[in-house]
C-alpha cells in the first residue's frame, strides 16, 4: 500500500479563488501540501495564492475553466511536467441558479451541468492516470445536500440535479479507482457563509435555517475541514462516501 506525507504532496483545489475552495486551500497549505490554486478568475486565484505564501505554505497558479477541456489538459499537464503531477484532487468550483425551473434556458441547464458536473468527470479522468500509475490518489468532490432535496429553496432546481450527479459519479468512480489505490468522496455541504449565498434574501435564509438543527451557516473553514479529513493520508478506508456537513438539516 503506497501512503504520502502531506508535506510529500500536490493538490489541485478548483474554484479556490473564494469561499470554500479558499479555505480548503488554506488548510491543505497549513498541513504542509502544495497547492495548484484553480479558479476561472485569475485575480481572485492570485489573491488566495499570496495569502498562502504570506503564510509560509507553497502555492501555484491553475487557472482555467473547469467545464474546458483544453483548459483542463493544460493544468494537468504542466502540473505532471513541473510538479509530479496531481495527488490529491478536490473538485470544488461550481455555479448556481436562481429562478424557477420553469425560466432556465437550455443554455443555462448545459453551463450548470457543464461547470458542476462535467468539470468533475474531466478533473477526475485526468487526475487519475497519474495517480493510478503511483498507485495513490485522494479525490474528494464538492456536492451539496440539494443533491437529496432536490433544490428549490433558491429556485435552484437545475443546481440540485448537477449536485446528485456529483454524488453518483463519486460512487462510481470510487469502485474504479479503488484497485489503483485512489480513494473518491464528497462531501454534501448545507447553508455555508460564502459569496454563493451573500446575495440570498432575508426570507430565504429564515427559511433554510427554520430547517437546520444548528441556527447558522457553516463557515467555509468548517467544510474544509471535512475535505481535508477525506483528503488524509491516513482515509484510505474511506472511499464512496458522501458526508453531510449540513447542521443537521437532512438528518439520515
Ligand atoms: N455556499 C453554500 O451554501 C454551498 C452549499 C452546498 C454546496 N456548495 C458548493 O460548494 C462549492 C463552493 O461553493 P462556494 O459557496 O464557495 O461558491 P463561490 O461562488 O463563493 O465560489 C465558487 C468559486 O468557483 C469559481 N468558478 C466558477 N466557475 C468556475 C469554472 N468554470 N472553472 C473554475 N472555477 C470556477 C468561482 O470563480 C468562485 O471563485 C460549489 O461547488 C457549491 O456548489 C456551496
Known amino acids: 500500500m503506497v501512503l504520502k ?3 510529500q504532496q500536490t493538490a489541485l483545489v478548483t474554484g479556490a479563488g473564494r469561499g470554500i475552495g479558499r479555505a480548503t486551500a488554506l488548510m491543505l ?4 501540501v502544495q497547492v495548484a490554486v484553480n479558479d476561472i478568475n485569475p485575480d481572485t486565484a492570485h489573491e488566495t495564492i499570496e495569502t498562502i505564501l504570506a503564510q509560509g505554505g507553497r502555492a501555484i497558479p491553475a487557472i482555467g475553466d473547469v467545464s474546458n477541456e483544453h483548459d483542463v489538459i493544460h493544468i494537468h499537464e504542466e502540473l505532471l511536467a513541473q ?3 496531481v495527488d490529491i484532487l478536490v473538485n470544488n468550483a461550481g455555479v448556481i441558479l436562481k429562478q424557477p425551473l420553469q425560466e432556465v434556458t437550455e443554455h443555462e441547464w448545459d453551463h450548470i451541468l457543464a461547470v458542476n458536473l462535467k468539470g468533475v468527470f474531466l478533473n477526475i479522468t485526468h487526475a487519475a492516470r497519474h495517480m493510478a500509475e503511483q498507485g495513490y490518489g485522494r479525490i474528494v468532490n464538492v456536492s451539496s445536500i440539494a443533491a437529496k432535496h432536490g433544490g428549490g429553496y433558491l429556485g435552484n432546481v437545475a443546481y440540485g440535479a448537477s449536485k446528485a450527479g456529483v454524488a453518483s459519479l463519486t460512487r462510481g468512480a470510487a469502485r474504479e479507482y479503488a484497485p489503483a ?3 473518491v468522496n464528497a462531501v454534501m455541504p448545507g447553508f455555508t457563509h460564502t459569496p454563493m449565498t451573500d446575495a440570498m434574501s432575508d426570507e430565504t435564509r429564515t427559511r433554510i435555517l427554520a430547517g437546520m438543527l444548528v441556527k447558522r451557516p457553516a463557515e467555509p473553514e468548517e467544510i474544509a475541514r471535512v475535505i481535508a479529513f477525506l483528503a ?5 478506508f474511506i472511499t464512496g462516501e458522501t458526508i453531510d456537513v449540513d447542521g443537521g438539516a437532512t438528518l439520515d
Open 232 to 236: 488524509a493520508p491516513e482515509s484510505g
Open 83 to 85: 510538479h509530479g503531477g
Open 181 to 183: 489505490g485512489i480513494t
Open 5 to 7: 506525507h502531506w508535506e
Open 29 to 32: 497549505a497549513a498541513k504542509g
